[in-house]
């Protein structure tokens, strides 16, 4: 009886510690620079007057101007800066931008 009331008290202690490791050890994503916003490449060329539209992790739908040919594949995970513009496109859907900068993000 002695024992269990000591057992108890570390197992329950390598629990939470081994369980504390385990979520660190999953968070390998690494984060866009200052000033980036990261974004997945999606190919919307069936919808009508779209192409690729630049979809954050919030759902957050740009609908770059200038995207260049090397970031056209679909799922592709960038990080860019950008700047909203106010111009008549053909695509219904998401923020008009123009891309200051982009690269390919580092996972």
């Known amino acids: 009886m002695e024992i269990r009331k000591h057992l108890i008290p570390v197992v329950i202690a390598i629990l939470l510690v081994a369980g504390c490791t385990a979520s660190k050890e999953t968070t390998t994503e690494k984060l866009p620079p200052p000033g980036f916003t990261a974004a997945t490449v999606t190919d919307y060329s069936e919808l009508d007057g779209c192409r690729y539209l630049l979809i954050t992790g919030d759902s957050i739908k740009y609908n770059p ?5 090397a970031y056209q594949h679909h ?13 008549p496109t053909t695509c219904m859907t998401g923020t008009t931008i123009r891309i200051l900068e982009i690269k390919e993000a580092v996972r």
């Open 65 to 69: 101007t200038n995207l260049d040919a």
């Open 75 to 87: 799922g592709m995970v960038v990080w860019f800066r950008f700047k909203p513009v106010q111009m």
